[in-house]
């Protein structure tokens, strides 16, 4: 354990958080990158406060809360690692639990996860840092009256918390609790309103009390992404508001990415013509300047994709409005990295598919042969894709390998990749829903609906 005085530099407080992190085996996920911008955050905090009473606490409760919430994950599914990792930084950093606990809750990493796994880990984390005994959120279901539905919880479900959340919610109060329960009604925006409970050990809830307080944001934040996206809801404010936006990102993206894109084109040709006779007469001159043509082709194809979201601001997946072509590319580009060429089967008429809804499905498609390529190990992929006036539909279906789903989202959450998370976000944007149906050894299914929508 460092000594006092090197506890007192900004160095030495910053050096064994991390080393507390890692030493309780959570450290393993958080990244270089994670670990190299927080520690310039923390500095830059520190130099704010000039030379004198510098709060090395405060840097490093926001440094440490910064790693915590990168493996966030882990951090609420390793509850015995993480009560000791908490014990030894109040103990030896004097990092007071409930305010590392709230820094991590507001740090926003959470609404890098799917909106279930989210919420689960938020309410997690609640509980761990509260030290208590169960947080859970509860809403009334649209069929019923006064009866609360259990949304999702942590630790296990409770009778008095079921009670105290029908009270909540009849009473229309925006707090309650006493003794050892503390409760607070959330109102997302679009959704339904819901009771936040927290079940505590001790005579008070004076932990639990700022823990919830310190979830609720980022709970409703979550929630509202739940909340169903209807036609009826795209207001003229809201489309009058969207397209202010894309003519901001048409300038955007033609004084900025497309402009460096150009310049970059030059200097990789000047690069060329510099390189040639440094290594004419080498054996290996053509596959060099080879592999440099190809750089510039895949950079003038880029260009041609920002030209066209400059010009139309619509995804570079569409051509002439038709889902046709772009599936054609992405099955081709499929079809010459595995050698497998998967069958396509279109039924009715894309017509009246909006932008949105094609770039949707189409993402959808990219992500799921993306995932067989790299895992799956099939030879049988095929792509179904119908539409009607009842809305449109996708379905890939492959023989590989398969995998379990749930435990696959989560490990995928926790490494930080979003692939799977992403497209369902999408669709659930557009009024849709996502399904993967699988099982080691497969068949795998992934298949998505998407409502009518009328332009």
């Not at 030493?23 to 500095?43: F, M």
């Not at 109040?90 to 996860?113: I, N, Q």
């Not at 497998?340 to 279109?346: C, D, F, K, S």
Request: aromatic content about 2%.
């Amino acid at each position: 354990m460092p000594t006092a005085p090197e506890l007192r530099t900004l160095d030495g407080a910053l050096t064994h958080a991390g080393a507390l992190v890692d030493a309780a085996g959570l450290g393993a996920g958080v990244s270089a990158d994670v670990r190299s911008t927080a520690a310039e955050a923390a500095r830059s905090l520190y130099a704010l406060y000039g030379a004198a009473e510098r709060p090395l606490g405060l840097v490093a409760l926001a440094f440490t809360a910064e790693l915590l919430a990168s493996v966030a994950v882990d951090v609420a599914a390793r509850r015995d690692r993480t009560e000791r990792l908490i014990g030894r930084l109040e103990s030896e950093l004097r990092l007071p639990r409930v305010a590392l606990g709230r820094e991590v809750l507001r740090t926003g990493h959470l609404l890098e996860l799917s909106t279930e796994v989210g919420i689960e880990v938020a309410l997690s984390l609640a509980l761990v840092f509260a030290g208590g005994r169960s947080v859970s959120l509860w809403r009334i279901p649209p069929e019923e009256s006064d009866t609360p539905q259990l949304v999702a919880t942590a630790g296990g479900p409770s009778t008095p918390a079921r009670t105290v959340a029908q009270r909540l919610l009849a009473g229309g109060g925006s707090a309650a609790g006493s003794g050892s329960m503390a409760a607070l009604r959330l109102e997302p925006l679009g959704a339904r309103p819901v009771a936040l409970i927290g079940l505590g050990h001790e005579t008070s809830n004076t932990l639990l009390a700022p823990l919830l307080a310190g979830a609720a944001p980022i709970l409703s934040a979550l929630l509202e992404r739940q909340a169903p996206v209807t036609e009826a809801s795209v207001t003229g404010p809201l489309i009058s508001s969207v397209e202010r936006r894309l003519h901001r990102l048409r300038f955007d993206l033609h004084d900025g990415p497309q402009q460096d894109i150009h310049l970059l084109a030059q200097d990789l040709r000047l690069f060329r013509d510099q390189l040639r006779p440094m290594i004419a007469g080498n054996p290996d001159q053509g596959r060099a300047l080879g592999r440099l043509d190809d750089l510039e082709a895949q950079m003038v194809a880029l260009d041609g994709d920002l030209r066209r979201l400059v010009t139309s601001v619509e995804s570079p997946f569409l051509s002439s409005g038709s889902i046709a072509e772009p599936l054609r590319e992405l099955t081709d580009a499929f079809a010459q990295r595995t050698g497998v060429a998967p069958r396509v089967e279109l039924r009715g008429s894309t017509d009246g598919m909006t932008d949105s809804q094609q770039i949707a499905l189409l993402s959808l498609i990219r992500e799921a042969l993306a995932n067989i390529r790299e895992h799956a190990d099939a030879r049988n992929v095929t792509i179904a894709i119908a539409a009607g006036v009842d809305g449109a539909s996708v379905e890939i279906t492959d023989d590989g390998r398969g995998f379990e789903p749930q435990p696959t989202l989560v490990r995928s959450a926790r490494a930080g990749r979003l692939g799977l998370v992403g497209m369902h976000e999408r669709v659930r944007m557009l009024g849709g829903s996502t399904r993967i149906d699988s099982r080691p050894g497969g068949p795998t299914v992934i298949s998505a609906k998407l409502p009518p929508w009328q332009a």
